[in-house]
Structure formats: C-alpha cells, structure tokens
C-alpha cells in the first residue's frame, strides 16, 4: 500500500524497506534529532538510565541532541542501525525523524536525491 502525505507530490511503498539496504540509515553524516520525550522512551526501552544512554549515545548541538553515528562501508551509519539485520535495532521506538521519513519539507526542493536514496519513492506528478 503506497503512503502518501498531503503537500508532497511523491508517495512511499513501505514493502520496499524489507529488500532496502537501510539507505535512510547510513550514508552521508547528518543530524539525528531526539527529543527529550524520544530520549526517556528509547532510554527505557534499552534498560538504561536516561543520563547513561544520553553519555554513551547522543551528543549534545546547541541545545539540542543528535544520535551518534559511527564509521560504516557507505560513510556513516546511524548508531542504532542494525548492519546484519539491515534494520533499526530501536524501531519501536525511532525518533520522529526517523518515523517521518520520507515526507520531509527538504525533499520537496530536492526529490531527486529522495528518489536515489529511497527505492520505495513513487512520482505521483508524473
């Protein structure tokens, strides 16, 4: 089933990201937003302490927080990306960002760096 969001002329088939090579989690280095709601529930769903996961997990960009990344065969992946499972190891409880993708107000001006990165964009303009 195609998902689409209003305002945005591209629709996403989510079936697509079981034979995906998880390319909305690694690649080029970027920020990975957690807020502090994000940061309690991922921080329990992994048994930890807030202050523990918040040292051993994010860093801290003005006042906000981004997930660490770390080194990966296509540049950077995401801390939480599962290489052998090609999946997020924290889905239930992504961040936002995360569970927004692929409508994001930056693709609109820049769809054909979605559509490179994104095997399960459909064109709905075309």
């Excluded at 591209?10 to 990975?32: A, D, H, L, Q, R």
């Excluded at 930056?106 to 994104?118: A, Q, V």
Aim: hydrophobic share 35%; proline share 5%.
């Amino acid at each position: 089933m195609l998902k689409t969001q209003e305002g945005f002329d591209y629709g996403f088939n989510p079936k697509v990201c079981f034979t995906c090579k998880g390319n909305c989690c690694i690649g080029e280095s970027g920020y990975i937003w957690v807020n502090p709601k994000e940061i309690t529930a991922i921080a329990n769903f992994l048994n930890l302490e807030e202050s523990l996961f918040v040292e051993r997990y994010l860093f801290k960009e003005s006042h906000m927080y981004s997930i660490k990344e770390i080194p990966h065969e296509s540049g950077v992946a995401c801390l939480f990306f599962d290489d052998q499972k090609r999946g997020c190891s924290i889905y239930e409880v992504r961040p936002s960002q995360c569970r927004t993708f692929p409508f994001w107000n930056y693709f609109k001006r820049h769809f054909d760096e979605l559509e490179k990165e994104c095997p399960g964009i459909v064109s709905l303009s075309h």
